[in-house]
T-cell receptor
Framework: QKEVEQNSGPLSVPEGAIASLNCTYSDRGSQSFFWYRQYSGKSPELIMF????GDKEDGRFTAQLNKASQYVSLLIRDSQPSDSATYLCAVEIEGTSYGKLTFGQGTILTVHP | GAVVSQHPSWVICKSGTSVKIECRSL??????MFWYRQFPKQSLMLMATSNEGSKATYEQGVEKDKFLINHASLTLSTLTVTSAHPEDSSFYIC???????????FGAGTRLSVL
C-alpha cells in the first residue's frame, strides 16, 4: 500500500476556475504536509506547508488538512495557464529526526485558456 | 531566501566513468541534505539522507558503494556516481533543510546521461 496517494490526473480546468488537488496518507502520526509544484523537466518548488488541521491560505493557494480523515488538499483559485504543472503532495515520515518526506506520485494539472 | 544551488545541471559521460554532483545551500546552513532520483513520468525516489559530519543513510536498494555521498560542511553535499552505466541515467535532485521547520528546498537538478 502506497503511503501517500494522489490522483495522477490529468486534471484539466479552464482558466479562471478553481483547481482542487487531493492527497491521502496512511501514517496517522504524520504531522507535517507539503505541496510542491514541478514543471516539466524542472525540480520541485515549494508552494505551501501545513501542520495544523484546517485551512491555510497564501495568495491564490489554500491548503486544507484533515488529520482525522488523513486527507490534505490544495485549492488553486483563479487558475492560470502558468499553473499547469505536476503537483506533488509530500508527508513527513513520523519518527524521523531529519524531516524525511514521502512523496505522492503527483497530479498533472492542465489549465486551458 | 532558502536557495539551493546544484551543479552541474546536465552531464553526459561514458559508461564506466564517475560523475560528481554538488549541492550547496547558499543562504542557510543545511543540517540535512537529501538526494533523490527521478525517472521520466515517475515521482521522486529518495536515495539517501545526509547530515553534516556523519555518514549518509541510504534507502533500501540503493548501493552505497555506487552512490557516494559526502556532507563535509553545513553548506555542501556531493553525490558521486561511480562507474556509471546507462541504467544510471536519470534526473538527480538534491534538497536541503535547516531553516528550523524541516522544509526541504530543492536544487535545480542534474540530468545525467550515460552513454
Amino acid at each position: 500500500q502506497k503511503e501517500v496517494e494522489q490522483n495522477s490526473g490529468p486534471l484539466s480546468v479552464p482558466e479562471g476556475a478553481i483547481a482542487s488537488l487531493n492527497c491521502t496518507y496512511s501514517d496517522r502520526g504524520s504531522q507535517s504536509f507539503f505541496w510542491y509544484r514541478q514543471y516539466s523537466g524542472k525540480s520541485p518548488e515549494l508552494i505551501m506547508f501545513i501542520y495544523s488541521n484546517g485551512d491555510k491560505e497564501d495568495g491564490r493557494f489554500t491548503a486544507q488538512l484533515n488529520k482525522a480523515s488523513q486527507y490534505v488538499s490544495l485549492l488553486i483559485r483563479d487558475s492560470q495557464p502558468s499553473d499547469s504543472a505536476t503537483y506533488l503532495c509530500a508527508v513527513e515520515i513520523e519518527g524521523t529526526s531529519y524531516g524525511k518526506l514521502t512523496f505522492g506520485q503527483g497530479t498533472i494539472l492542465t489549465v486551458h485558456p | 531566501g532558502a536557495v539551493v544551488s546544484q551543479h552541474p545541471s546536465w552531464v553526459i559521460c561514458k559508461s564506466g566513468t564517475s560523475v560528481k554532483i554538488e549541492c550547496r545551500s547558499l543562504d542557510f546552513q543545511a543540517t540535512t541534505m537529501f538526494w533523490y532520483r527521478q525517472f521520466p513520468k515517475q515521482s521522486l525516489m529518495l536515495m539517501a539522507t545526509s547530515n553534516e559530519g556523519s555518514k549518509a543513510t541510504y534507502e533500501q536498494g540503493v548501493e552505497k558503494d555506487k552512490f557516494l555521498i559526502n556532507h563535509a560542511s553545513l553548506t555542501l553535499s556531493t553525490l558521486t556516481v561511480t562507474s556509471a552505466h546507462p541504467e544510471d541515467s536519470s534526473f538527480y535532485i538534491c534538497s536541503a533543510s535547516g531553516t528550523g521547520k524541516n522544509i526541504q528546498y530543492f536544487g535545480a537538478g542534474t540530468r545525467l546521461s550515460v552513454l
